[in-house]
């Protein structure tokens, strides 16, 4: 029994950092337009003993030869219900470089770029309702 309990506290060692890293590096698209490609990822930020947060990070990938500006309205969905819907504060207006992209990391999120980072939910405190899913409406390039 104890020999069993120690094979199966291996595979679940072995296997965790694999899902901790393709959870770190896998991008999913979002929207492929004409001028931009826009994916998201899940990321956590924070360490012990303090908040873990984990977040989309939403990437923007300018596809042209001129820098472009990208506005789009984000909402929020907690328990199916738009939370930001009709709040012109979840308006945003960012500009992406010639063939370049811009996207938060867990030290820009009191930056512009922290505008792409969604709070999905607190992993280590009972905090609130995580995320259902979020949408990025009203998008357009100019």
């Known amino acids: 029994m104890n020999r069993a309990l120690k094979t199966v506290g291996l595979i679940i060692l072995s296997v965790c950092p694999i899902f901790i890293q393709a959870q770190s590096s896998t991008w999913t698209n979002y929207r492929d337009l004409d001028a931009v490609k826009i994916d998201y990822i899940l990321q956590n930020c924070g360490e012990e003993p303090n908040t873990i947060t984990e977040f989309y990070f939403i990437r923007l990938t300018n596809k042209t030869e001129n820098p472009i500006n990208v506005s789009f309205k984000l909402e929020y969905y907690y ?64």
């Open 79 to 142: 328990n199916g219900v738009c939370s930001t819907c009709g709040n012109e504060e979840y308006v945003f207006n960012l500009l992406v470089p010639a063939n370049g992209s811009i996207m938060p990391d867990c030290a820009s999120l009191t930056t512009t770029n922290g505008h792409l980072a969604v709070v999905k939910r607190y992993v280590n405190r009972n905090y609130g309702s995580p995320l259902d899913r979020f949408e990025l409406s009203n998008i357009a390039v100019h």
